[in-house]
């Protein structure tokens, strides 16, 4: 795909593809558009909230040249970082940014070295008009569909107060947005400068979090569209950024409310971790156990176990804990056939039978039989008779 | 364009100079820029005389002063420029005539609406 930069500005067709009403634009990062109900909305203005190394960048490079694989005009606008190093970066992760027009208005390092200081005017009143100017300029040449402007904390030190730059920051996202641009940009909120009120610009927000049990990214506001609530986890990896989001925690409560559900089962565990792809299993499911018994509905836990007999174990995956009563299910060998035996381990606030019965699966449905008292060894899967001499 | 009033600018910093000349000149005004003393005495003996002075103190000794009385003896109206409040730099600028002095970073717009007021009609 070669394709020069003069060639995509000079092609217009695709302009209108992009409008259609319920047209939503791809963010390129594998699970996020699952958690902004199939992905961003066009011409409007996302914010991207994150401390640094969170993947604000990365989002924002998958963001673009997803654009630039279906030919949508692109524009990576950088207050800070390079254009030299962006590419670098970007093609370490294996981005290509064929396509890709950078406008890169950070100080150079002549800035520097020949001490082009100033105190006569404040940076406001010097540096805002041709920084306007270069990105006025990019844009109606340009005309981008995708707009990347990375960060949106420079603006603020070039605003002679808190109300000049709301108000410049909101015209500036207008502008794009009356373009044609879906804009994402970047803000880096630390207690110095908080940057709340771009939250309030914003017509979405998804902030991005290096949390010690991992990294989180979670979508706190989406006009015109809902969106998966929540921490969903996040990846950084060789090939940028990938989101595994809370899609069956989510359903479920869904389900539970709207459908007014008494009795949720889950079968089984084994399934619902390799719908978690890995995380934390564990707290996911007290979640949801905590969840479920708040509003009064009883939770099914199946657990298959690995052996089919062998030494016994509750659960696996450290999961016994979580629930309020275990019942289990167990294959034993008796008399060279294999039988099944069901049992009570576990039940909080009350007595049960201690001993095993039998069970058969018939076409009537389960039977339970008599306990199976005169043997031992049934939790080991091979009972013998009590009283019977080895042969 | 109105006929074009010359303003006689002093910086020792020349990026100060630099956007000082500029911004004046984009409203209109004929800059006469000035990087040091003997640039100014230059500026001074030129034709048309000098309208306004802009003196920004920083960078110069207190030879800077005896412009200041070269400047009030011919009646040209000027302003000084200080890079921070000081009682005593204001108490002496206006001793020798000038007109006000403006903290640094200046307000491009009050500026500009100063250098107005104070050309002459």
Redesign the interface.
């Known amino acids: 795909m070669a394709r020069s930069k003069s060639a995509e500005t000079s092609d217009p067709t695709h302009t209108d593809a992009a409008d259609g009403a319920n047209h939503r634009l791809s963010t390129g990062v594998t699970g996020l558009d699952e958690v902004l109900d199939g992905g961003l909305l066009p011409r409007s203005a996302y914010l991207l909230r994150g401390g640094p190394g969170c993947g604000k960048t990365t989002l924002g490079l998958h963001f673009l040249t997803t654009g630039t694989r279906s030919k949508e005009r692109v524009l990576y606008i950088s207050l800070s970082e390079p254009e030299g190093q962006l590419r670098r970066n970007a093609n370490g992760l294996g981005f290509n940014l064929e396509g890709v027009t950078f406008l890169d208005l950070g100080p150079t390092s002549e800035y520097f070295s020949k001490s082009e200081s100033y105190d006569i005017f404040s940076p406001s009143e010097v540096e805002q008009e041709p920084l306007t100017r270069q990105i006025v300029q990019a844009v109606e040449r340009l005309k981008p569909q995708r707009v990347f402007l990375d960060s949106t904390t420079q603006f603020r030190y070039l605003s002679t107060d808190t109300f000049q730059y709301r108000k410049q920051v909101t015209s500036f996202l207008r502008f794009l947005v009356n373009h044609g641009a879906t804009v994402l940009f970047t803000s880096e909120g630390t207690q110095e400068t908080p940057d709340d009120d771009l939250k309030f610009m914003a017509d979405g927000v998804i902030e991005l979090a290096y949390a010690p049990e991992g990294r989180t990214l979670s979508v706190i506001k989406f006009r015109g569209s809902s969106f998966l609530p929540g921490d969903h986890s996040m990846r950084l990896g060789a090939d940028g950024m990938a989101v595994y989001p809370k899609i069956f925690s989510t359903k479920i409560r869904r389900d539970v409310e709207e459908q007014h559900r008494r009795i949720v089962m889950i079968d089984s565990i084994a399934g619902y971790a390799l719908s978690m792809r890995g995380r934390d299993l564990t707290t996911n499911l007290h979640a949801l156990g905590m969840y479920l018994k708040s509003v009064g509905v009883t939770l099914l836990l199946i657990n298959e176990t690995e052996n089919i007999t062998g030494e016994f174990r509750a659960t696996d995956g450290n999961v016994s804990y979580l629930s309020d009563n275990i019942v289990f299910l167990r294959y034993l060998e008796l008399d060279g056939q294999m039988r099944k035996a069901i049992g009570v381990l576990k039940k909080r606030a009350g007595d049960f039978e201690k001993t095993l019965r039998e069970i058969e699966i018939t076409r009537y449905g389960l039977k339970v039989g008599k306990p199976l008292t005169g043997l031992r060894g049934i939790l080991g899967g091979t009972p013998e008779i009590i009283g019977a001499k080895p042969a | 364009m109105p006929d074009a009033r010359r303003i006689l600018a002093l ?1 020792h ?1 020349k ?2 100079l630099a ?2 000349a500029e ?1 004046l000149a984009k409203a209109g005004h004929t800059v006469t820029a000035a990087n040091s003393l003997p640039e100014m005495d230059a500026a001074l003996q030129g034709d048309p005389p000098v309208d306004l002075a802009l003196i ?1 103190l ?1 960078g110069f000794d207190s030879r800077v002063w005896e412009r200041c009385d070269r400047l009030r003896q011919r009646h040209i109206p000027f302003l000084v ?1 200080s ?1 921070q409040h000081r009682v005593d730099l204001e108490r002496a600028s206006l001793s020798r005539g000038a007109k006000g002095m403006l903290v ?5 717009k009050s500026l500009l609406g100063l250098v107005q007021s104070l050309l002459p009609a």
């Open positions: 910086d910093n990026r100060n956007l000082l911004f920004d920083a420029i890079p640094k970073p200046l307000s491009a």
